[in-house]
């Protein structure tokens, strides 16, 4: 890691907010490269996943956090629990709202969080595109609250990059100086192995119902690599044989196109050829089980 020069800037932004506001579509904008799998469904995002964006003047590392929302069951308490330590352990949080809906009851919950702590607040409004051109949010309810706690509010929209660099700038300002915390060309603090896992679950996410993408955990178990190829073995368990079959879909034609979507998108990710092998386990209630949450990959 080399020495930063003279003001030179650097800290950890935690991005928090309300389920599929766009934070972790916000953070692989900022970064550059997909870290961070997004979706429409709420609770995509699990664990706390760090993305890092250098420049020639700061480097920012970026902590995605999984949505906030009141919790029903033990992943749930991991998650918000893992949520507000990230907000007590930065230098600064970036606190994402939906430009696009007016400000309400479900940051409510988030903002009591927020006021616990000492940690500095930008807020951000994102989605700035899907906004109707007569509705301006910043002259209504998050210009009210942004004013009433003294955030300083910036617009955005994470899909098509608009308003980014103010953003960027912003962030900036208000870091301290400091050091490399990682190598410049870095962009994310997980193994390959753990995003592969999580290209595997988005396209679950994607293409089975509603219902069976929260009993979802992915494993990758191994990677083989030979000249040719990148071979990943990865395990998907599900809670209940009914999710299994559901996953697998008749004669395996959910299974195969899960396998085909996440193959490409593994391909993308390490820039090279990739076989995947993907099997179905039943592991009953694994989201209650401390154990298996563990074991899974989640920091309990
Ligand atoms: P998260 O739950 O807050 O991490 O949200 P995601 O990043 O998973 O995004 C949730 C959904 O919102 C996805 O379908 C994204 O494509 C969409 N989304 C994110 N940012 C924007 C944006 O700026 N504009 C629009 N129109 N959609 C967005
Ligand atoms: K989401
Ligand atoms: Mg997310």
């Not at 979706?39 to 970026?62: C, D, K, M, Y």
């Not at 988030?110 to 500095?120: A, N």
């Amino acid at each position: 890691i080399p020495i930063a020069p003279e003001g030179f800037k650097s800290g950890f932004v935690a991005i928090i907010g309300r389920p599929n506001v766009g934070k972790s579509t916000l953070m692989n904008q900022l970064v550059g490269q997909k870290i961070a799998i997004t979706s429409p469904v709420a609770q995509t995002t699990r664990n706390r996943l760090q993305g890092i964006l250098t420049t020639s003047e700061a480097q920012i590392i970026f902590v995605d956090t999984p949505g906030i929302h009141k919790p029903h069951h033990e992943l749930g308490k991991v998650l918000v629990k893992n949520a507000q330590m990230a907000i007590n352990a930065v230098d600064l949080v970036l606190l994402v709202a939906d430009s696009s809906i007016e400000a309400g009851g479900g940051d409510r919950y988030i903002i009591d969080l927020l006021e616990e702590t000492k940690t500095p607040v930008i807020l951000g409004l994102n989605k700035s595109d899907q906004q109707p051109a007569n509705f301006d949010p910043l002259d209504e309810s998050y210009r009210q609250l942004a004013q009433f706690h003294q955030w300083p509010m910036v617009k955005f929209s994470a899909l098509t990059g608009s308003g980014l660099d103010l953003l960027q700038s912003l962030l900036v300002e208000h870091l301290d100086p400091g050091p490399y915390y990682y190598p410049p060309d870095l962009v994310t603090d997980q193994p390959e192995r753990f995003i592969m896992g999580e290209l595997i679950r988005e396209q679950i996410l994607l293409l089975t119902r509603q219902e069976v993408p929260h009993s979802v955990a992915v494993v990758v178990e191994n990677v083989e690599e030979t000249p040719k190829l990148t071979r990943v073995f990865a395990a998907i368990n599900v809670e209940r044989n009914s999710q299994k079959g559901i996953i697998i879909g008749k004669n395996g034609s959910m299974l195969k196109a899960i396998g085909s979507a996440a193959r490409q998108a593994i391909q993308k990710l390490i820039e090279g050829e990739v076989y995947l092998n993907l099997f179905v386990k039943v592991e009953p209630k694994w989201r209650q089980s401390r154990l298996r949450l563990a074991e899974f990959g989640y920091r309990v």
